[in-house]
T-cell receptor, first 115, second 108 residues
Framework: KAGVTQTPRYLIKTRGQQVTLSCSPISGHRSVSWYQQTPGQGLQFLFEYFSETQRNKGNFPGRFSGRQFSNSRSEMNVSTLELGDSALYLC??????????????FGEGSRLTVL | GQNIDQPTEMTATEGAIVQINCTYQTSGFNGLFWYQQHAGEAPTFLSYNVLDGLEEKGRFSSFLSRSKGYSYLLLKELQMKDSASYLCAQRDDYKLSFGAGTTVTVRA
């Protein structure tokens, strides 16, 4: 059974640009959550999608957005990049969502560097 | 968000025992998780506690006291491969909130 796949694994952008990250969950998982991981801050919750609907959202500015497709694949977009957006972006999938089971299966992340 | 505290770093010797403590806010509590994350890799699930007491899984055990807002992860018979970051995460009604992680270094 394939795990959670995130692309691209590494990318470098400059301030003001935008970026789109992709996540393919484990087959059969309908929930996809996104987290930002930075040193010292840990994992910060961005949002969760379930059956193509955003179910929950963390405390991030509107520059951070996402969506989920009918095949449960998800994308997140960050517009007008800032230096502080440099981080590892982790995607996690679960069968029925964080509120139901809690066990998340993580991808290896997309490491974004903003110059 | 939830305020989850755990030590930043711990160092121990191969074969020893290490206990990683985690405190969290009790309001909205709906489960406590521990994840392991090796450098450059995805976090992987270690344990889950929702009731008070000790859950044992081989060399790893996790304890929960809901009234105290306290959990610990106990790593026994440490091996070099246990060098990693250990993440404490609290579940409320709709999401997992993670602590910043504890980096454990195992020395020979």
């Amino acid at each position: 059974k394939a795990g959670v796949t995130q692309t691209p694994r590494y990318l470098i952008k400059t301030r003001g640009q935008q970026v789109t990250l992709s996540c393919s969950p484990i087959s059969g998982h309908r929930s996809v959550s996104w987290y930002q991981q930075t040193p010292g801050q840990g994992l910060q919750f961005l949002f969760e999608y379930f059956s193509e609907t955003q179910r929950n959202k963390g405390n991030f500015p509107g520059r951070f957005s996402g969506r989920q497709f009918s095949n449960s694949r998800s994308e997140m977009n960050v517009s007008t990049l800032e230096l502080g957006d440099s981080a590892l972006y982790l995607c996690a999938s679960s069968i029925s969502g964080q509120g139901a089971t809690g066990e998340l299966f993580f991808g290896e992340g997309s490491r974004l560097t903003v110059l | 968000g939830q305020n989850i505290d755990q030590p930043t770093e711990m160092t121990a010797t191969e074969g020893a025992i290490v206990q990683i403590n985690c405190t969290y806010q009790t309001s909205g509590f709906n489960g406590l998780f521990w994840y392991q994350q090796h450098a450059g890799e995805a976090p992987t699930f270690l344990s889950y506690n929702v009731l008070d007491g000790l859950e044992e899984k081989g060399r790893f055990s996790s304890f929960l006291s809901r009234s105290k807002g306290y959990s610990y992860l106990l790593l026994k018979e440490l091996q070099m491969k246990d060098s990693a970051s250990y993440l404490c995460a609290q579940r409320d009604d709709y999401k997992l909130s993670f602590g910043a992680g504890t980096t454990v270094t195992v020395r020979a």
